[in-house]
């Protein structure tokens, strides 16, 4: 039960911090002020006009009564009644009324003074909203009837007014100082997820100077602190794979040297395949080492870069289904990169290729599905491991080093995207690709 209710509110409170913590402000607020307005409302504002109401009513008995009475002089009666209790009156000679009940439900002075004429055995009609200020009523009276203009405050109070201004401009002012007070709360925790995400996405942020409460600047900091750690890693990384490729370029080329003075053809061919992958395998990763490190982020058109890397291959092979012209903000030989070692490993094994690019709310989908042999479910997470080979036909097959998957994935998730592998409609492997923007 607790957990059904607790799922239910998960779905209807906003997803926002700065709406939450004003939820959490304004709702104990405006539930005191329903609360003291339904309660002023009942014992004090409905009683009041009730006997008000009633007071009223009494007068207009005793006018009518007087009125009535056997002898009395009637223009006399009306000129007293209208002075001292300003109330207009006039008398007609006939016997019905020409107008239509227009009681409405809904109000409170409708409901009193119908509730008090019925209580005096009186037939009434009356309309609280045909005059602004005025309420119009009739009473029927033996040959005719009268009709009263009633002036609207000796039927209601006014301090309704005074009191609805009084509770309201206050809860206003708390909810206005407490909107104030959580963006400048909020602001500096949005801050900091922006540029958590610029740099989640490879792009250049300058140094986030964090601010306002303790907690905030305490996460800025720390942010601050594994952002610098992060780059130094990337930085000893790129020096590291620069001084591998230094150490070993030399030694690979003596060995081809020395290879060329051999003059069995056999093992020539051996070991010139294992030379050759080697600094294949070398080229390959410092590239994108290289390249990563360098590249900045630019705005592109997504489809003319996938058109542009299909184009070399052969149109017979590959459909492409191109979707609405968007432009992405990204490394984008990166991306070059990724897209054209995933459409390369499917030209290896496939004969069928169809592309699907996708255009979403705040990401883009790229698919690539294929009708080649696949990947077992149980190896889809461990080809995205460097140098990591499913079997050794296959590699033979494709020349892989098993590094093309590898550094698709990085490339993808260095733009805060992810990659993942299932089956496709024909039968092969169904590559996504999500890119958030």
């Known amino acids: 039960m607790f957990y059904g209710l607790s799922k239910f509110l998960k779905k209807i409170l906003p997803k926002q911090l700065f709406y939450r913590s004003l939820l959490i402000v304004a709702l104990p607020i405006i539930i005191l002020q329903i609360t003291i307005s339904v309660v002023f409302f009942d014992s004090l504002w409905i009683k009041t006009n009730a006997g008000m109401t009633r007071a009223l009513v009494g007068e207009i008995k005793t006018f009518i009564d ?7 002089d009637k223009i006399f009666v ?46 009434y009609w009356f309309d609280t909203s045909k005059f602004k200020n005025t309420v119009n009523l009739k ?38 100082i407490a909107i104030i007070f959580l963006k400048n709360q909020t602001r500096p925790i949005k ?10 996405r490879g792009e250049d942020i300058e140094e986030f100077v ?96 996938i058109h542009g890397i299909i184009s070399k291959f052969d149109n017979n092979l590959i ?28 030209t290896k094994f496939a004969n069928k290729i169809e592309i699907n690019f996708q255009k979403l709310k705040s990401s883009v989908l790229i698919i690539i599905e294929d009708n080649g042999p696949g990947i077992p479910i149980h190896e889809r997470e461990n080809v995205f491991k460097p140098f990591y080979k499913i079997d050794k036909s296959r590699s033979e097959k494709s020349s892989s080093v098993g590094l093309g998957l590898s550094i698709s994935s990085d490339i ?5 995207g992810k990659i993942e592998l299932s089956d496709s409609k024909f039968g092969g492997l169904k590559t996504t690709i999500s890119l958030p923007f």
């Open 78 to 123: 009306e000129s007293t009644f209208e002075e001292y209790l300003e109330i207009n009156v006039i008398y007609y000679q006939k016997k019905e009324f020409d107008d239509l009940m227009n009681e409405k439900w809904y109000s409170p002075i409708d409901r009193a003074l119908r509730r008090e004429l019925k209580s005096k055995n009186l037939q």
């Open 412 to 416: 993808i998730r260095s733009h805060g």
């Open 191 to 200: 801050k900091l997820a922006e540029v958590s995400k610029k740099f989640g």
């Open 319 to 346: 459909t492409f289904n191109r979707s609405e012209n968007f432009n992405f903000n990204g490394r984008k030989i990166s991306i070059k990169r990724c897209l054209n070692n995933l459409i390369e490993n499917s």
């Open 66 to 72: 007087s009125y009535n009475r056997e002898g009395a």
């Open 210 to 305: 964090p601010s306002e409460a303790s907690e905030i600047r305490q996460a800025g900091y720390e942010f601050e602190r594994m952002r610098k750690r992060i780059l130094r890693h990337l930085n000893q990384r790129s020096e590291m794979l620069s001084g591998i490729s230094h150490d070993l370029r030399t030694p690979l080329t003596r060995m081809k040297l020395q290879l060329a003075l051999i003059k069995d053809e056999n093992l020539i061919k051996r070991f010139s395949s294992d030379i050759d992958e080697m600094e294949k395998m070398l080229n390959e990763y410092l590239q994108f080492s290289s390249e990563s490190n360098k590249e900045q982020n630019e705005e592109f058109e997504f489809n003319e870069l």
């Open 139 to 176: 009473i029927k009276n033996q040959d005719g009837y009268f009709e009263f203009f009633i002036p609207r405050e000796r039927l209601t109070s006014t301090s309704v007014r005074i009191f609805a201004l009084w509770i309201t401009l206050p809860a206003v002012l708390i909810i206005a």
